[in-house]
């Protein structure tokens, strides 16, 4: 099936810094890219929906200037934490939608582990 | 709004024994739902939907819309289905899904 990536897997930074982190659709084209966001031993939660060459569509109550989200290419989506804080810290989920059996679905990545001290 | 239900937390059942794992729904149109699996340290993974209405792993999940429920079953239980369990829904002429809180499954040799 198609395969979605995420880099970096996992990642440490201090309170005040930035981190990108990359979601790839590795053997498909996906023009629609969604990002969440995971809680401990909780659901995930929509943040943001992603179309490449437009701007994303956040969720209430999300920050798009605290979460910036670029779509440049089809298979590129990159999701930056801006001046991140300990609140911050959480499992972030990509997924990208594609073709499978002439049926839409969702793809996920494998996640990336934010910790934020 | 769309809701997805996931009333337990966590259900324990011994290998061999029936499993059923609740999902309800609340959406004003035509909903599409699906069953994702997330096994211990990997991903989350499409286990079915039911406009496929076909049995995986076992697994079956017929979709009542009198009741707005969507509970996932299977006969026998085994001890490699432990895993967690999500409820998702897609509104219609939408990509994004709405995902219930996740039922982790342990089954118990």
């Known amino acids: 099936g198609a395969v979605v990536s995420q880099h970096p897997s996992w990642v440490i930074c201090k309170s005040g810094t930035s981190v990108k982190i990359e979601c790839r659709s590795l053997d498909f084209q996906a023009t629609t890219m969604f990002w969440y966001r995971q809680f401990p031993k909780q659901s995930l939660m929509l943040m943001a929906t992603?179309?490449?060459?437009?701007?994303?569509?956040?969720e209430q109550g999300v920050e798009k200037d605290k979460f910036l989200i670029n779509h440049a290419s089809l298979t590129l989506s990159t999701l930056t934490v801006t001046s991140a804080h300990p609140e911050d810290s959480s499992f972030y989920i990509c997924s990208a939608t594609g073709l499978a059996g002439g049926i839409d679905e969702q793809f996920f990545g494998p996640g990336t582990r934010l910790t934020v001290l | 709004a769309q809701r997805v239900t996931q009333p337990e937390k966590l259900l324990s059942v011994f290998k061999g024994a029936p499993v059923e794992l609740k999902c309800n729904y609340s959406y004003s149109g035509s909903p599409e739902l699906f069953w994702y699996v997330q096994y211990s340290r990997q991903r989350l993974q499409l286990l079915l939907r039911h406009i496929s209405r076909e049995s995986i792993k076992g697994f079956t999940a017929d979709l009542n819309k009198g009741e707005t429920s969507f509970h996932l079953k299977k006969p026998f239980a085994q001890e490699e289905d432990s895993a967690m369990y999500y409820c998702a829904l897609k509104e219609a002429g939408s990509y994004q899904l709405t995902f219930g809180k996740g039922t982790k499954l342990s089954v118990i040799p």
């Open positions: 992603s179309n490449e060459g437009s701007k994303a569509t956040y």
